[in-house]
């Protein structure tokens, strides 16, 4: 048996499964393709996380709508994180190529050109489905780690929710929940420290500051009302397809804190919602989120050990993970530690930092006897790929440097027509885009404070009137009791002796 012939029953053995499963292409040997040797994802251990990452400019967006392209035609509904725009175009099919169809050929698949169903998604004023959360729905705990706050500004969120829930003062936006820590140490100071104890200003001052940070990075566009329902992600259209959810994010690419608050918020309500499954032999819903360094560089302590515990968590939901960078170390060990599936597109050596990350990212797979890892990782072509996966019994597939096969949709951007078009026949934009502004905390505080102040007013006028009152009767009663003058002098005794002796002497 020659090599090559041991190469491909090495891959096939490595890469065979009972059920259902996604081909990536085929596997090379010496920088050919082998024709056959179809490299296979198994659909059970998607939910198992994965990476995807790579030098700009050598395939990973592509690679991405080759996964979401085939997991949507098994019934499997895609959440997609669109930061550079260009993935729009899975709603069209691809208008083929010369070279598409000769990459087929060494693959040994045919490849057939389609759309697919895709739902478009927006956290800003972008045109598309609107995505938000009210301040309630997060919690105290995770709005607190978005924050980045101390312990003792974690208790005062605390307290604040508790207050909130206490007095039936819904929690919407952020106007909500600024209002309610104004109050706490204004006019409603006396009524906190009575049952909740006493709140420093010092302490809500430097909450209030975070919460403007995060509003001038668009999160008052992102809490609020129609609460988005992460079930609407898992749909699927008439063909039996899953709905491909794209979220454009190409306006939030400097507004890391809003991107991470989204994510964190996201992942923490479909753990919440989404029942456990244990092992099954499909996931419910992938989600990829691009340019993941964005989540991980700017996230606290705090946060990433939020993330960290979700990721590891969510897999019994069925929910599987899928991080698209450049480099492997933009993602924490912990976290990529637990991800099954490892997609690397070539690396690029130009500096000696760059050469010990290939060193590095080469630790991370397999030891194989037909590849040189840290070699094959900067030697590899546009649309080439190292794969590395888990079989269906959850153990690592051998390592495989894989001609990857071409997306079947369109590899460029919808036109504003065609754009406009998908948003106008998405039953989810008529369900979330009305604005919705009901009676909240602002508006039930403004009441109380408007209320108590009148109630004050009238007592002061009250206590006025009162003392006003009471002068009035003082000085009538002083009048009264002083005696007249002349009064006075008549009825003197000295003047009645006076008068009785004039009298005497008158009558002698």
């Not at 307290?159 to 309610?180: E, R």
């Not at 906190?192 to 420093?200: E, L, P, T, V």
């Not at 992938?286 to 050990?305: C, G, N, R, W």
Request: proline letters at 4%.
């Amino acid at each position: 048996m020659t090599t090559k012939e041991e190469f491909k029953t090495h891959i096939e053995k490595g890469y065979s499964t009972k059920g259902d499963a996604i081909i990536m292409g085929a596997a090379m040997l010496d920088g050919e393709a082998v024709t056959g040797a179809h490299v296979r994802i198994p659909l059970k251990t998607l939910n198992r996380h994965g990476l995807i990452a790579g030098a700009t400019g050598t395939g990973k967006t592509k690679t991405l709508q080759v996964l979401a392209e085939n997991l949507s035609n098994k019934g499997i509904p895609v959440l997609l994180m669109d930061l550079k725009g260009d993935l729009s175009g899975l709603a069209q099919p691809s208008p083929g190529h010369p070279k598409i169809d000769e990459r087929h050929e060494k693959i040994g698949l045919p490849f057939t050109a389609s759309s697919f169903p895709v739902e478009i998604l927006s956290l800003s004023d972008q045109d598309g489905v609107k995505l938000r959360a009210t301040v309630s729905e997060f919690g105290p705990v995770l709005l607190s780690r978005i924050l980045d706050l101390s312990v003792t500004q974690e208790g005062i969120v605390a307290v604040i929710f508790k207050y909130c829930d206490d007095n039936k003062l819904p929690l919407l936006d952020l106007k909500d929940f600024k209002k309610v820590l104004q109050y706490a140490t204004g006019e409603g100071k006396k009524e906190f420290a009575k049952d909740y104890g006493r709140i420093s200003t010092s302490s809500t001052g430097t909450i209030l500051r975070k919460v403007i940070e995060l509003e001038q990075q668009g999160a008052d566009l992102f809490f609020g009302e129609k609460s988005f329902e992460v079930d609407d992600l898992t749909r699927i259209d008439e063909n039996g397809r899953g709905y491909i959810n794209i979220i454009r994010l190409t306006d939030i690419q400097d507004k890391p804190k809003l991107f991470s608050t989204f994510m964190l918020s996201l992942l923490a309500e479909v753990y919440d919602r989404f029942p456990e499954q244990g092992d099954s032999d499909r996931p419910e819903l992938i989600l990829f989120i691009d340019e993941a360094h964005l989540i991980f560089k700017e996230a606290s302590k705090a946060l990433l050990e939020q993330i960290e515990s979700i990721v590891k968590l969510i897999r019994s939901k069925g929910i599987g993970l899928y991080f698209v960078t450049q480099n492997p170390t933009d993602v924490p060990n912990e976290v990529l530690a637990q991800l099954g599936l490892k997609v690397q597109h070539a690396l690029r050596a130009f500096t000696a930092r760059d050469r010990k990350a290939i060193k590095l990212t080469a630790e991370n797979y397999p030891d194989s006897e037909y590849y040189d890892t840290k070699e094959v990782l900067t030697s590899l072509g546009i649309g080439e790929a190292l794969i590395s996966a888990l079989d269906e019994k959850g153990r690592p597939t051998p390592l495989a440097a894989t001609l990857l096969r071409a997306p079947m949709s369109r590899m460029d951007i919808l036109t504003s027509s065609e754009l406009a078009e998908v948003i106008d026949n998405s039953k989810l934009v008529k369900k979330y885009n009305e604005t919705i502004d009901r009676e909240s905390a602002y508006e039930l505080l403004n009441e109380k404070i408007e209320l108590a102040e009148k109630e004050a007013e009238k007592e002061a006028e009250q206590e006025a009137s009162e003392k006003k009152r009471q002068s009035r009767s003082g000085t009538s009663r002083r009048r009264s009791t002083r005696q007249d003058p002349i009064v006075k002098v008549l009825t003197s005794a000295t003047f009645i002796r006076g008068v009785l002796g004039v009298l005497k002497k008158v009558i002698r």
